[in-house]
């Protein structure tokens, strides 16, 4: 079985095939300046005309998708004022036309190269040399082309859905190289791409994320908020202790994968690769600032899913309105103390070594010690004791990945777009309900067993950054109204442009609905 090492990719940019292909004016003038230059001094002997044509097509799609991803790249928004680049590999051991698994680069490197050295002669890209073992080169828009890409700014492209070969993914641990951990701390390895086999079963999977991939390409996620508050956003974004997570806003980062664990298509299986989903759950109230075509939206969440779950393993039927968080803290009971709860469980469950401990700080907050935490909730789950120090976590995951694809597919045969964060979804708020009805049918049919949903209704941007109980305790009349969206797309005369990088992210993607019929579903439900 083929194996590739995975490369941190955020600290040096992601790397440039990652991002989707643009089929749009100012790229294609941009690659027809570029293959012009390249075919000055380029021969066609030795070789027929066929093949040249060939080399030709295979080269202009290098080309477009490389300055695709540079385009992206420099629209991001970012808590620093440098550039965000993206990664070339320079190995040609990674290059193979024929290879379209997702640890590949399925373009010739010879081709590769001369696109590469076009862009640096042109004076288009500043490039940083990657070093062997430690990072892949590294490159960002300058001179003309970043004069262009200013000029255009922040603009909705539609999208290429990515191909079907690229989007169900099998990973493992390279248990021979063992990460350095703090003490008392999960150890962790390094992540490992496998071959993805070839099944009906992920033939499947992949169909239904490719559709659901094109539909989610001719919608709109934004933000309703001025520049200042994306910065704010981004800032708390770049200080995610998780390297897998997006580090600032990427809005062209809305097509997903799914991804296996452990080289077993049994476990993990959750959706990834939406920018809204490295929002990290203690700023979760930033997400409800986010729009779908300019309509407010509301997140509906799966309580204590994946204890849950394990209850359904076992046959064991939970009231809904059960906190399965609540094990009897000595002590006044809060908000903060059950986040600990659940952030302990949560990781007891994927803790296969049984290592895992909250911070000292965390305990004091509690007022206990490791091993009286430890106690109170395995009496306070005593049925499950067995699995939860098993390391469950990943088998309960696939469950609820099968959960949420079921639910996304089900609101797009609908004609309504949902937006996964593994165990929630963000959905238009006029939509609440129906995706209420949705969730829970959905957990009913993959567990057997009755689900527990929590709402977070949408904010006006006057309330950006508000606390839970500063929201909470304001009069309703002041609380965003959610029968009307943020912008009037009847027409440019009726457009509420302020100028801002979100108005002008709505006005490109409103030209692009208006000429281009989306399904027309949605209106029935």
């Known amino acids: 079985m083929k194996t590739n090492h995975e490369t941190p990719t955020r600290k040096g940019g992601q790397r440039f095939d990652w991002y989707p292909v643009l089929d749009e004016g100012f790229i294609n003038s941009l690659t027809t300046t570029v293959l012009k230059k390249i075919h000055q001094s380029q021969s066609t002997r030795g070789i027929t005309k066929e093949q040249a044509e060939r080399r030709t097509n295979d080269q202009q799609t290098i080309t477009t998708h490389l300055l695709s991803g540079l385009y992206f790249a420099h629209t991001i928004v970012s808590s620093e004022s440098n550039t965000t680049y993206i990664s070339i590999p320079r190995d ?21 190269t001369a696109v590469y050295d076009c862009l640096e002669a042109l004076g ?88 659901y991939n094109e539909f989610i390409t001719q919608h709109c996620i934004a933000f309703d908020l001025p ?52 929002i990290n759950s203690k700023d979760w109230e930033y997400r409800t600032h986010i729009t779908i075509d300019g309509h407010r939206t509301c997140e509906v969440d799966y309580s204590s899913v994946c204890l849950r779950i394990v209850y359904a393993l076992r046959g064991i039927s939970i009231n809904p309105e059960e906190d399965l968080y609540d094990i009897g803290l000595p002590g006044k009971y809060s908000r903060s103390k059950r986040d600990l709860v659940k952030e302990y469980i949560n990781a007891i469950m994927n803790d296969e070594e049984e290592t895992f401990s909250l911070e000292k700080v965390q305990l004091r907050q509690l007022g206990l010690t490791h091993e009286e935490l430890q106690t109170l909730v395995l009496k306070r789950h005593k049925p499950i004791r067995e699995e939860l120090i098993a390391g469950i976590g990943l088998k309960t995951q696939f469950i609820d990945s099968q959960i949420a694809e079921d639910i996304m597919l089900t609101m797009v045969d609908k004609g309504i777009l949902v937006l996964p964060i593994h165990d929630s979804f963000i959905v238009k708020d006029k939509h609440q309900r129906l995706l209420e009805t949705v969730m829970l049918e959905s957990f009913k049919k993959y567990t057997g067993h009755p689900g527990s949903l929590d709402t977070t209704l949408p904010r006006l941007p006057c309330h950006f950054g508000y606390s839970k109980e500063h929201y909470k305790n304001l009069f309703d009349s002041l609380k965003a109204d959610s029968s009307l969206p943020l912008v009037n797309l009847g027409g440019p005369e009726k457009t509420q442009d302020n100028g801002t990088l979100m108005s002008s992210y709505m006005i490109s993607w409103r030209d692009y609905s208006r000429n281009t019929p989306l399904c027309h579903l949605e209106h029935l439900y």
């Open 227 to 278: 520049d200042s508050a994306l910065v704010t956003i981004a800032k708390a974004m770049a200080g995610n202790e998780d390297k897998y997570k997006l580090k600032h806003i990427d809005f062209s980062m809305v097509q997903l994968r799914r991804i296996f664990s452990r080289g077993d298509m049994s476990l993990h299986g959750r959706f990834y690769g939406g920018w809204w989903q490295s």
């Open 92 to 112: 040609a051991g990674l290059y193979s036309k024929a290879q379209r698994k997702t640890s590949g680069m399925p373009y010739p490197y010879r081709l590769l």
């Open 124 to 211: 288009w890209i500043h490039i940083i040399p990657g070093k062997e073992g430690t990072g892949f080169t590294r490159i960002y828009a300058g001179g003309e082309l970043a004069e262009i890409f200013n000029m255009i700014g922040l603009r909705w492209v539609k999208q290429t859905p990515n191909s079907q070969d690229k989007l169900i993914v099998l990973r493992d641990r390279d248990m021979s190289r063992p990460l350095p951990c703090r003490p008392f701390r999960k150890q962790k390895y390094p992540k490992i791409t496998l071959e993805t086999p070839e099944t009906p079963e992920t033939r499947r999977m992949a169909e239904n994320l490719y559709r």
